[in-house]
Protein backbone atom coordinates (compact mmCIF):
# COMPACT_ATOMS: atom_id res chain seq x y z
CA UNK A 1 0.00 0.00 0.00
CA UNK A 2 1.44 3.52 -1.00
CA UNK A 3 -0.94 5.94 0.47
CA UNK A 4 -0.33 9.48 -0.34
CA UNK A 5 -2.12 12.91 0.83
CA UNK A 6 -3.50 13.70 3.96
CA UNK A 7 -4.48 11.37 7.18
CA UNK A 8 -8.26 10.92 5.89
CA UNK A 9 -6.84 8.78 3.37
CA UNK A 10 -4.17 6.92 5.32
CA UNK A 11 -7.48 5.97 7.49
CA UNK A 12 -8.80 4.50 4.31
CA UNK A 13 -5.28 2.81 3.50
CA UNK A 14 -5.62 1.18 6.82
CA UNK A 15 -9.17 0.28 6.39
CA UNK A 16 -8.23 -1.45 2.98
CA UNK A 17 -5.22 -3.00 4.81
CA UNK A 18 -7.33 -4.24 7.62
CA UNK A 19 -10.00 -5.96 5.03
CA UNK A 20 -6.63 -7.72 3.24
CA UNK A 21 -5.34 -9.04 6.22
CA UNK A 22 -8.89 -10.35 7.67
CA UNK A 23 -9.51 -12.06 4.06
CA UNK A 24 -6.13 -14.11 4.62
CA UNK A 25 -4.03 -11.91 2.19
CA UNK A 26 -0.34 -11.26 3.92
CA UNK A 27 0.83 -7.17 4.07
CA UNK A 28 4.74 -6.61 3.18
CA UNK A 29 6.07 -3.63 3.59
CA UNK A 30 8.59 -3.88 0.85
CA UNK A 31 6.86 -3.14 -2.94
CA UNK A 32 9.67 -5.56 -4.38
CA UNK A 33 8.05 -8.20 -2.53
CA UNK A 34 4.26 -7.17 -3.28
CA UNK A 35 2.04 -9.13 -5.69
CA UNK A 36 -0.14 -6.41 -5.66
CA UNK A 37 0.12 -2.56 -4.79
CA UNK A 38 -2.50 -0.49 -4.56
CA UNK A 39 -1.24 3.37 -5.03
CA UNK A 40 -3.94 5.21 -2.97
CA UNK A 41 -4.13 8.59 -4.50
CA UNK A 42 -4.74 12.22 -3.32
CA UNK A 43 -5.63 14.96 -6.16
CA UNK A 44 -6.30 18.27 -4.19
CA UNK A 45 -4.03 20.39 -5.96
CA UNK A 46 -1.82 19.52 -8.94
CA UNK A 47 1.30 19.04 -7.03
CA UNK A 48 -0.69 16.09 -5.24
CA UNK A 49 -2.01 14.66 -8.14
CA UNK A 50 1.17 14.85 -9.87
CA UNK A 51 3.07 12.56 -6.62
CA UNK A 52 0.69 10.39 -6.85
CA UNK A 53 0.88 9.82 -11.09
CA UNK A 54 4.86 9.77 -10.14
CA UNK A 55 3.97 6.63 -7.68
CA UNK A 56 1.84 4.69 -10.26
CA UNK A 57 4.50 4.78 -12.94
CA UNK A 58 7.11 4.13 -10.61
CA UNK A 59 5.40 0.63 -9.76
CA UNK A 60 4.45 0.45 -13.36
CA UNK A 61 8.38 0.59 -13.77
CA UNK A 62 8.77 -1.79 -11.50
CA UNK A 63 6.31 -4.58 -12.89
CA UNK A 64 8.23 -5.52 -15.74
CA UNK A 65 7.02 -8.69 -16.55
CA UNK A 66 6.80 -10.19 -13.02
CA UNK A 67 3.25 -10.31 -12.87
CA UNK A 68 2.82 -8.11 -10.17
CA UNK A 69 -0.91 -6.25 -9.94
CA UNK A 70 -1.71 -2.69 -9.65
CA UNK A 71 -4.02 -1.27 -8.29
CA UNK A 72 -5.04 2.50 -7.81
CA UNK A 73 -7.53 3.83 -5.03
CA UNK A 74 -8.29 6.66 -3.87
CA UNK A 75 -9.65 10.55 -4.60
CA UNK A 76 -8.08 10.37 -8.24
CA UNK A 77 -10.25 7.42 -8.74
CA UNK A 78 -13.33 9.11 -8.20
CA UNK A 79 -12.50 12.19 -9.88
CA UNK A 80 -11.18 10.77 -12.89
CA UNK A 81 -10.63 7.00 -12.65
CA UNK A 82 -11.38 6.97 -16.85
CA UNK A 83 -8.63 9.17 -17.90
CA UNK A 84 -5.87 7.26 -15.65
CA UNK A 85 -7.28 3.90 -17.00
CA UNK A 86 -6.42 5.43 -20.75
CA UNK A 87 -3.19 6.89 -20.13
CA UNK A 88 -1.73 4.27 -18.04
CA UNK A 89 -2.93 0.90 -19.48
CA UNK A 90 -0.34 -0.70 -16.77
CA UNK A 91 -2.97 -0.12 -14.52
CA UNK A 92 -4.95 -3.79 -13.43
CA UNK A 93 -7.58 -2.07 -11.37
CA UNK A 94 -9.54 0.70 -9.60
CA UNK A 95 -11.49 0.90 -6.05
CA UNK A 96 -13.06 3.85 -5.92
CA UNK A 97 -13.93 5.72 -2.50
CA UNK A 98 -16.98 3.77 -1.86
CA UNK A 99 -15.30 0.12 -2.90
CA UNK A 100 -12.98 0.22 -0.03
CA UNK A 101 -14.30 -2.31 1.71
CA UNK A 102 -14.60 -4.28 -1.46
CA UNK A 103 -10.73 -4.77 -1.56
CA UNK A 104 -10.51 -8.07 -0.83
CA UNK A 105 -12.51 -8.90 -3.96
CA UNK A 106 -10.65 -6.53 -6.11
CA UNK A 107 -7.32 -7.72 -5.16
CA UNK A 108 -8.42 -11.40 -5.53
CA UNK A 109 -10.06 -10.67 -9.42
CA UNK A 110 -6.97 -8.52 -9.78
CA UNK A 111 -8.75 -5.90 -11.88
CA UNK A 112 -11.64 -3.36 -11.98
CA UNK A 113 -13.15 -1.05 -14.15
CA UNK A 114 -12.70 2.50 -13.63
CA UNK A 115 -15.95 4.33 -11.81
CA UNK A 116 -17.73 7.19 -13.93
CA UNK A 117 -16.64 10.67 -12.17
CA UNK A 118 -19.24 10.92 -8.78
CA UNK A 119 -19.21 12.02 -5.37
CA UNK A 120 -18.74 9.34 -2.76
CA UNK A 121 -21.61 8.03 -0.77
CA UNK A 122 -20.45 5.92 1.77
CA UNK A 123 -19.07 6.18 5.94
CA UNK A 124 -16.77 3.20 7.26
CA UNK A 125 -17.36 2.95 10.65
CA UNK A 126 -15.90 0.77 13.72
CA UNK A 127 -16.80 -1.88 12.65
CA UNK A 128 -14.70 -2.12 9.85
CA UNK A 129 -11.05 -3.94 10.63
CA UNK A 130 -8.37 -1.46 10.27
CA UNK A 131 -4.40 -2.08 10.32
CA UNK A 132 -2.93 0.85 12.24
CA UNK A 133 0.01 2.21 10.57
CA UNK A 134 0.88 5.46 12.77
CA UNK A 135 2.55 3.60 15.64
CA UNK A 136 1.88 5.97 18.78
CA UNK A 137 -0.80 7.95 17.14
CA UNK A 138 -3.94 6.81 15.25
CA UNK A 139 -6.56 8.76 13.14
CA UNK A 140 -9.99 8.81 13.70
CA UNK A 141 -12.54 10.31 10.81
CA UNK A 142 -15.16 11.84 12.46
CA UNK A 143 -16.96 12.71 9.32
CA UNK A 144 -16.53 12.32 4.98
CA UNK A 145 -17.28 14.77 2.58
CA UNK A 146 -17.75 18.70 2.99
CA UNK A 147 -20.74 21.28 2.29
CA UNK A 148 -19.04 24.21 2.05
CA UNK A 149 -18.42 26.35 -1.32
CA UNK A 150 -15.01 27.08 -0.99
CA UNK A 151 -14.35 28.40 -4.85
CA UNK A 152 -10.76 26.60 -5.06
CA UNK A 153 -11.47 23.22 -3.58
CA UNK A 154 -13.04 20.46 -5.91
CA UNK A 155 -12.93 18.04 -2.75
CA UNK A 156 -16.44 18.18 -2.38
CA UNK A 157 -16.97 17.14 -6.49
CA UNK A 158 -15.82 13.18 -5.07
CA UNK A 159 -15.86 13.13 -1.58
CA UNK A 160 -19.28 13.95 -1.90
CA UNK A 161 -22.04 15.95 0.94
CA UNK A 162 -20.94 15.91 4.72
CA UNK A 163 -21.59 12.90 6.85
CA UNK A 164 -21.02 12.62 10.53
CA UNK A 165 -20.88 9.22 12.17
CA UNK A 166 -22.20 8.58 15.38
CA UNK A 167 -20.51 9.28 18.68
CA UNK A 168 -21.21 5.85 20.05
CA UNK A 169 -19.40 4.65 17.03
CA UNK A 170 -16.62 6.96 17.53
CA UNK A 171 -15.98 5.52 20.74
CA UNK A 172 -15.98 2.53 19.88
CA UNK A 173 -13.20 3.06 17.67
CA UNK A 174 -11.29 5.19 19.76
CA UNK A 175 -11.38 2.60 22.74
CA UNK A 176 -10.11 -0.10 20.36
CA UNK A 177 -7.57 2.62 18.92
CA UNK A 178 -6.56 2.65 22.94
CA UNK A 179 -6.51 -1.43 23.27
CA UNK A 180 -3.73 -1.03 19.93
CA UNK A 181 -1.91 1.35 22.28
CA UNK A 182 -2.71 4.79 20.68
CA UNK A 183 -0.94 7.74 23.11
CA UNK A 184 -2.48 10.12 20.95
CA UNK A 185 -6.07 10.10 18.89
CA UNK A 186 -6.31 12.83 16.16
CA UNK A 187 -9.76 13.88 15.41
CA UNK A 188 -10.01 14.53 11.83
CA UNK A 189 -12.33 15.40 8.59
CA UNK A 190 -12.74 17.78 5.63
CA UNK A 191 -14.49 20.15 7.94
CA UNK A 192 -14.06 19.06 11.94
CA UNK A 193 -15.63 21.63 13.94
CA UNK A 194 -19.25 20.94 11.74
CA UNK A 195 -19.36 17.45 13.30
CA UNK A 196 -22.91 16.84 14.02
CA UNK A 197 -24.33 19.42 12.91
CA UNK A 198 -26.36 17.26 10.53
CA UNK A 199 -27.24 14.28 12.59
CA UNK A 200 -28.83 16.47 15.20
CA UNK A 201 -26.41 17.39 17.92
CA UNK A 202 -26.29 20.84 17.09
CA UNK A 203 -23.93 23.67 17.49
CA UNK A 204 -21.91 22.12 19.59
CA UNK A 205 -21.65 18.56 18.01
CA UNK A 206 -17.91 18.72 18.13
CA UNK A 207 -17.48 19.36 22.13
CA UNK A 208 -19.99 16.95 22.81
CA UNK A 209 -18.00 14.42 20.91
CA UNK A 210 -14.89 15.04 23.10
CA UNK A 211 -16.58 15.06 25.80
CA UNK A 212 -17.55 11.48 24.87
CA UNK A 213 -13.96 10.28 23.97
CA UNK A 214 -12.78 11.87 27.32
CA UNK A 215 -15.37 9.88 29.52
CA UNK A 216 -15.31 6.19 27.29
CA UNK A 217 -11.46 6.27 27.08
CA UNK A 218 -8.67 7.14 29.11
CA UNK A 219 -6.03 8.25 25.56
CA UNK A 220 -4.16 10.76 27.21
CA UNK A 221 -3.89 13.10 24.21
CA UNK A 222 -7.15 13.94 22.10
CA UNK A 223 -6.66 16.69 19.10
CA UNK A 224 -8.66 17.54 16.06
CA UNK A 225 -7.36 18.71 13.10
CA UNK A 226 -8.51 21.20 10.38
CA UNK A 227 -11.14 24.02 12.30
CA UNK A 228 -13.32 26.15 9.86
CA UNK A 229 -13.00 29.42 11.17
CA UNK A 230 -16.90 30.22 11.45
CA UNK A 231 -17.78 27.25 12.92
CA UNK A 232 -14.85 26.64 15.52
CA UNK A 233 -16.84 26.97 19.15
CA UNK A 234 -16.35 29.03 22.02
CA UNK A 235 -17.49 26.13 23.89
CA UNK A 236 -14.69 23.83 22.17
CA UNK A 237 -11.91 26.28 23.14
CA UNK A 238 -13.11 26.98 27.00
CA UNK A 239 -13.00 22.87 27.01
CA UNK A 240 -9.57 22.89 25.50
CA UNK A 241 -8.79 25.56 28.46
CA UNK A 242 -10.17 23.34 31.38
CA UNK A 243 -9.29 19.88 30.26
CA UNK A 244 -5.72 18.69 29.93
CA UNK A 245 -6.23 15.97 28.10
CA UNK A 246 -7.85 17.57 25.08
CA UNK A 247 -4.24 19.37 24.04
CA UNK A 248 -4.62 22.90 23.51
CA UNK A 249 -4.02 22.82 19.59
CA UNK A 250 -5.77 24.46 16.42
CA UNK A 251 -5.04 23.65 13.17
CA UNK A 252 -7.30 26.52 11.28
CA UNK A 253 -6.58 26.74 7.67
CA UNK A 254 -7.57 30.35 6.99
CA UNK A 255 -6.40 30.22 3.13
CA UNK A 256 -6.15 34.12 3.07
CA UNK A 257 -6.66 37.18 5.46
CA UNK A 258 -7.95 40.34 2.64
CA UNK A 259 -11.69 40.37 2.30
CA UNK A 260 -11.68 40.74 -1.43
CA UNK A 261 -9.73 37.74 -1.61
CA UNK A 262 -11.85 35.90 0.85
CA UNK A 263 -15.55 36.50 -0.58
CA UNK A 264 -14.04 35.67 -4.06
CA UNK A 265 -12.98 32.33 -2.37
CA UNK A 266 -16.29 31.84 -0.77
CA UNK A 267 -15.05 31.61 2.84
CA UNK A 268 -16.72 33.22 5.85
CA UNK A 269 -15.17 35.74 8.04
CA UNK A 270 -12.64 38.84 7.85
CA UNK A 271 -9.42 39.35 8.94
CA UNK A 272 -10.60 41.07 11.96
CA UNK A 273 -12.95 38.62 12.81
CA UNK A 274 -10.12 35.82 12.58
CA UNK A 275 -7.98 37.84 14.33
CA UNK A 276 -10.54 38.15 17.30
CA UNK A 277 -10.89 34.70 17.27
CA UNK A 278 -7.17 33.29 17.62
CA UNK A 279 -7.13 36.32 20.54
CA UNK A 280 -9.87 34.23 22.11
CA UNK A 281 -8.10 30.55 21.74
CA UNK A 282 -5.11 32.12 23.51
CA UNK A 283 -7.32 33.85 26.37
CA UNK A 284 -9.01 30.67 26.32
CA UNK A 285 -6.28 27.94 26.38
CA UNK A 286 -3.37 29.97 27.09
CA UNK A 287 -0.85 27.37 26.01
CA UNK A 288 -2.46 26.87 22.92
CA UNK A 289 -0.05 26.11 19.86
CA UNK A 290 -1.74 27.40 16.56
CA UNK A 291 -1.67 26.34 12.58
CA UNK A 292 -2.61 27.47 9.41
CA UNK A 293 -2.58 27.48 6.15
CA UNK A 294 -3.03 30.16 3.12
CA UNK A 295 -3.00 29.57 -0.58
CA UNK A 296 -1.21 32.39 -2.69
CA UNK A 297 -1.64 33.18 -6.14
CA UNK A 298 -5.40 32.91 -6.27
CA UNK A 299 -6.67 34.63 -9.12
CA UNK A 300 -7.09 38.25 -8.89
CA UNK A 301 -4.63 38.51 -5.45
CA UNK A 302 -2.95 41.65 -6.24
CA UNK A 303 0.22 42.79 -4.42
CA UNK A 304 -1.98 44.89 -2.14
CA UNK A 305 -4.27 41.74 -0.96
CA UNK A 306 -0.58 39.83 -0.65
CA UNK A 307 1.15 42.51 1.29
CA UNK A 308 -2.14 41.92 3.42
CA UNK A 309 -1.54 38.51 3.71
CA UNK A 310 2.07 39.22 5.00
CA UNK A 311 0.97 41.69 7.37
CA UNK A 312 -2.13 39.41 8.79
CA UNK A 313 0.80 36.83 9.16
CA UNK A 314 3.00 39.21 11.38
CA UNK A 315 0.32 40.04 13.60
CA UNK A 316 -1.25 36.54 14.70
CA UNK A 317 1.48 35.07 15.42
CA UNK A 318 0.99 31.45 14.43
CA UNK A 319 3.35 28.77 16.01
CA UNK A 320 2.96 26.62 12.25
CA UNK A 321 2.23 27.96 8.77
CA UNK A 322 1.65 26.34 5.43
CA UNK A 323 0.78 27.42 2.52
CA UNK A 324 0.67 26.34 -1.27
CA UNK A 325 0.47 28.13 -4.72
CA UNK A 326 -3.10 28.21 -6.09
CA UNK A 327 -3.85 25.51 -9.31
CA UNK A 328 -7.15 26.06 -10.96
CA UNK A 329 -9.14 22.60 -10.37
CA UNK A 330 -11.74 21.77 -13.27
CA UNK A 331 -15.22 21.77 -12.10
CA UNK A 332 -14.26 24.39 -9.13
CA UNK A 333 -15.59 28.13 -9.66
CA UNK A 334 -12.27 29.73 -9.33
CA UNK A 335 -10.72 27.74 -12.32
CA UNK A 336 -13.14 30.15 -14.60
CA UNK A 337 -12.20 33.33 -12.48
CA UNK A 338 -10.32 36.39 -14.67
CA UNK A 339 -6.70 37.80 -13.07
CA UNK A 340 -4.92 34.15 -13.24
CA UNK A 341 -1.45 35.27 -11.47
CA UNK A 342 1.71 33.52 -13.11
CA UNK A 343 3.15 30.49 -11.99
CA UNK A 344 6.13 32.14 -11.20
CA UNK A 345 4.94 35.29 -9.02
CA UNK A 346 3.08 33.19 -7.30
CA UNK A 347 5.73 30.80 -6.01
CA UNK A 348 7.78 34.14 -5.33
CA UNK A 349 4.82 35.14 -3.03
CA UNK A 350 4.86 31.76 -1.41
CA UNK A 351 8.59 32.02 -0.52
CA UNK A 352 7.96 35.26 0.64
CA UNK A 353 5.22 34.11 2.81
CA UNK A 354 7.26 31.35 4.12
CA UNK A 355 10.10 33.57 4.57
CA UNK A 356 8.14 36.20 6.81
CA UNK A 357 6.91 33.46 8.88
CA UNK A 358 10.64 32.09 10.18
CA UNK A 359 10.95 34.44 12.65
CA UNK A 360 7.97 34.16 14.29
CA UNK A 361 8.23 30.20 14.17
CA UNK A 362 11.72 30.67 15.23
CA UNK A 363 10.65 32.92 18.60
CA UNK A 364 7.81 30.48 19.36
CA UNK A 365 10.14 27.47 19.63
CA UNK A 366 12.55 29.94 21.72
CA UNK A 367 9.83 30.24 24.35
CA UNK A 368 10.50 26.97 25.05
CA UNK A 369 13.72 26.97 25.75
CA UNK A 370 14.07 25.76 28.86
CA UNK A 371 10.73 24.26 29.66
CA UNK A 372 9.85 20.92 30.64
CA UNK A 373 7.10 19.43 28.63
CA UNK A 374 5.21 16.58 28.17
CA UNK A 375 6.41 14.44 24.69
CA UNK A 376 5.20 11.65 22.91
CA UNK A 377 8.07 9.95 21.97
CA UNK A 378 7.86 7.83 18.62
CA UNK A 379 11.25 5.85 17.72
CA UNK A 380 14.26 6.86 16.32
CA UNK A 381 14.90 9.56 14.24
CA UNK A 382 14.25 9.20 10.56
CA UNK A 383 17.72 10.08 9.79
CA UNK A 384 19.85 8.27 12.44
CA UNK A 385 19.05 5.79 14.75
CA UNK A 386 21.03 7.93 17.23
CA UNK A 387 18.60 10.42 17.96
CA UNK A 388 14.79 9.77 19.32
CA UNK A 389 12.22 11.67 18.13
CA UNK A 390 9.06 12.99 19.21
CA UNK A 391 5.80 15.48 19.58
CA UNK A 392 5.04 17.96 22.25
CA UNK A 393 1.29 18.93 22.33
CA UNK A 394 1.81 21.72 19.93
CA UNK A 395 3.04 19.33 17.23
CA UNK A 396 0.68 17.47 15.11
CA UNK A 397 2.04 14.59 13.39
CA UNK A 398 3.64 14.91 10.02
CA UNK A 399 3.51 18.64 9.31
CA UNK A 400 4.72 20.93 12.75
CA UNK A 401 8.87 19.57 12.31
CA UNK A 402 10.41 17.37 15.05
CA UNK A 403 11.52 17.24 18.20
CA UNK A 404 14.51 15.46 18.49
CA UNK A 405 15.96 13.91 21.54
CA UNK A 406 19.93 13.59 22.06
CA UNK A 407 20.12 12.67 25.78
CA UNK A 408 18.06 10.35 27.59
CA UNK A 409 16.27 6.40 27.29
CA UNK A 410 12.67 5.46 27.13
CA UNK A 411 10.22 2.86 25.74
CA UNK A 412 8.27 3.72 22.70
CA UNK A 413 5.64 4.83 22.30
CA UNK A 414 5.94 6.70 25.28
CA UNK A 415 4.42 9.83 27.11
CA UNK A 416 7.81 11.35 29.04
CA UNK A 417 9.30 14.24 30.31
CA UNK A 418 11.43 16.19 28.05
CA UNK A 419 13.59 19.61 28.75
CA UNK A 420 14.17 21.50 25.23
CA UNK A 421 17.45 22.53 24.92
CA UNK A 422 17.84 23.92 21.71
CA UNK A 423 15.42 25.73 19.17
CA UNK A 424 15.16 26.73 15.14
CA UNK A 425 12.83 27.46 12.97
CA UNK A 426 11.85 23.81 11.80
CA UNK A 427 12.68 21.46 14.80
CA UNK A 428 13.40 21.67 18.65
CA UNK A 429 16.24 19.75 20.57
CA UNK A 430 15.56 18.20 23.98
CA UNK A 431 16.77 15.50 26.47
CA UNK A 432 14.61 13.44 28.76
CA UNK A 433 14.38 14.40 32.40
CA UNK A 434 11.48 11.76 33.35
CA UNK A 435 11.19 8.63 31.27
CA UNK A 436 8.05 7.36 29.85
CA UNK A 437 5.69 7.47 32.74
CA UNK A 438 2.70 7.24 30.62
CA UNK A 439 4.23 5.03 28.18
CA UNK A 440 2.55 1.38 27.43
CA UNK A 441 4.46 -1.76 28.00
CA UNK A 442 6.57 -2.21 25.00
CA UNK A 443 9.89 -2.48 23.60
CA UNK A 444 12.61 -0.51 25.47
CA UNK A 445 14.61 1.62 23.66
CA UNK A 446 17.78 4.09 23.96
CA UNK A 447 18.74 6.90 21.67
CA UNK A 448 21.02 4.66 19.98
CA UNK A 449 18.49 1.78 19.68
CA UNK A 450 15.32 3.09 19.24
CA UNK A 451 12.31 1.34 16.93
CA UNK A 452 8.90 2.29 15.68
CA UNK A 453 6.31 0.37 17.17
CA UNK A 454 4.77 -2.25 14.49
CA UNK A 455 1.42 -1.70 12.33
CA UNK A 456 -1.01 -3.57 14.93
CA UNK A 457 -4.44 -4.96 13.63
CA UNK A 458 -7.14 -3.07 14.93
CA UNK A 459 -9.64 -5.76 14.25
CA UNK A 460 -12.41 -6.77 16.99
S1 LIG B 1 -13.82 23.39 3.81
FE1 LIG B 1 -13.47 24.27 1.80
S2 LIG B 1 -11.33 23.73 1.37
FE2 LIG B 1 -11.97 22.37 3.00
S3 LIG B 1 -12.71 20.49 1.99
FE3 LIG B 1 -14.49 21.84 2.33
S4 LIG B 1 -14.72 22.97 0.40
FE4 LIG B 1 -12.61 22.11 0.45
Known amino acids: MISLGCPKNRVDSEIMLGVLERQGHSI ?64 DGFVSLDQITEVGRIVELGSGEAPLPAPSHATFDHTEPRLLTTGGYGYLKVAEGCDNPCTFCAIPLWRGRFRSRSVESLVEEARRLEEAGVLELCLVAQDTTRYGEDIGLGRHGLV ?39 VSYIDMPLQHSHTEMLRSMKRGGTAKKYLELLERARRYAPDVFLRSTFIVG ?39 LVGRIPRQTAKRRYEELLEAQRPIALESRQRLLGRRLEVLVEGA ?80
Open 28 to 91: VSDVAEADTVIVNTCGFIDEAKEESIDAILEVVEGKGRTGKRLLVAGCMVNREGAELAREIPEI
Open 381 to 460: CEETEHLLQGRHHGMAPDIDGRLLINDGTTEVPALCEVEITEAYADDLVGRIVEDGTRGLEGESATVREAVTAAPQPLTE
Open 298 to 336: FPGETRAHFDHLLEFVRESRFDHLGGFVYSPQVGTPSAD
Open 208 to 246: QLVEALLAGTRIPWIRFLYAYPTTLDSELLRLMGTEARF
